[in-house]
């Protein structure tokens, strides 16, 4: 570590400020490799994610009265690391990819609590406009409004992980830290597992 920096910062990726190759969460752990920006002269730490939440709709178009209305048919919500947009100067520092791991973990507790809302709330996300074009402006802004509660909690999650662990820094923190965050991981995921189907009675 050099000193006088920060060990990493997490930054939040917004729908509209990224382009180019992204990676899911399901694509596996954060890795060295995804490290593909080249650090600024004026940085004050020692490696930078760009990590956020994305999501892909599906929907349909309906009629009433003289209204266009668009009702969402499926969401899909994932979290995503961008590595044209991150920077590592010490990239094989495994305590420091350990701790860049922690905010894309993060991102994806975001996303699963996210999913788990639209199992309630899908049918609310209905847009309405006097053409097509308006009643799809309007669902993108009623979407964007759901998905903010998850974005905002998912930085501020992420603020205090830094905080609380120095960026790292201060190791027992960190190893908490990194503990309830698998935990947490692991019992939302758990929601999403099928359930086995009972078995059949013998000579049923």
Not at 16 to 29: N, W
Not at 87 to 114: K, S
């Amino acid at each position: 570590m050099v000193t006088g920096l920060v060990l990493a910062i997490c930054c939040i990726a917004a729908d509209d400020q990224t382009k180019g190759v992204e990676r899911r969460y399901e694509d596996g752990p954060v890795k060295a490799e995804y490290y593909r920006a080249a650090p600024p002269k004026s940085r004050r730490t020692l490696a930078q994610s760009f990590v956020g939440i994305r999501h892909k709709t599906a929907y349909y178009f309906d009629r009433e009265g003289r209204s266009i209305i668009v009702r969402t048919s499926k969401m899909e919500v994932f979290a995503v690391f961008v590595p044209d947009r991150s920077w590592n100067v010490t990239p094989n520092d495994q305590r420091l990819i350990d701790h860049e791991q922690g905010h894309f973990d993060l991102m994806q507790i975001g996303a699963l609590q996210a999913r788990i809302a639209l199992k309630k709330e899908l049918s609310t996300l209905v847009g309405r406009g006097e053409s097509k074009q308006t009643a799809v402006k309007d669902l993108e802004r009623r979407t964007s409004e759901f998905l903010a509660r998850f974005d905002v909690k998912a930085l501020d999650e992420n603020r205090i992980y830094d905080r609380d662990t120095r960026h790292g820094l201060r190791r027992s923190r960190q190893a908490e830290h990194r503990a309830e965050q698998k935990k947490r991981l692991a019992e939302l995921t758990e929601k999403f597992k099928p359930k086995p189907k009972p078995a059949k009675k013998a000579g049923g």
